[in-house]
């Protein structure tokens, strides 16, 4: 793997990371351990993905997989929890427009996807004709 495949790994897989790269960019203070210690993260990423699609695997190094980064809840039943990956609720606004409003932004999308697929039809067409025959 590239440097470049692992970073986005990380930025896939590691949501501290993810949120170490958007303080970094707003100039605030963040740690990570992926931004601390990135070749020790990079070469344990590669050897796990090498080894679970290579190897095989024992019972208790599954096990290690499974729990490796998670929060432990119960070792003996091997119930692992993934903050990194939870879902959350997302936040939202309730909006009430009138049915006039409505109606107008279903006409101006309905215009707006008429003229889109023009678009591409012209595109395509403006391909076909500049191709070789």
């Not at 070469?43 to 980064?69: F, H, I, Y």
């Not at 909006?95 to 707006?112: D, I, N, P």
Request: hydrophobic content about 35%.
């Amino acid at each position: 793997m590239t440097t470049f495949e692992i970073d986005a790994h990380a930025q896939r897989y590691s949501q501290t990371y993810r949120s170490y790269l958007k303080k970094k960019s707003k100039g605030e203070y963040a740690s990570s351990v992926w931004a601390d210690n990135f070749e020790a993260m990079a070469l344990k990423t590669v050897m796990k993905l090498l080894l679970s699609k290579q190897a095989p695997l024992s019972v208790e190094m599954q096990q290690a997989v499974l729990a490796d980064q998670a929060v432990v809840k119960d070792a003996e039943k091997g119930e692992f929890g993934y903050p990194d990956n939870e879902i959350q609720d997302a936040e939202y606004t309730k909006l009430t427009v009138s049915q006039q409003v409505f109606e107008q932004c279903k006409q101006k999308f309905s215009t707006v996807k008429r003229l889109s697929k023009t678009f591409v039809i012209m595109a395509t067409n403006s391909r076909k004709s500049s191709m070789p025959s």
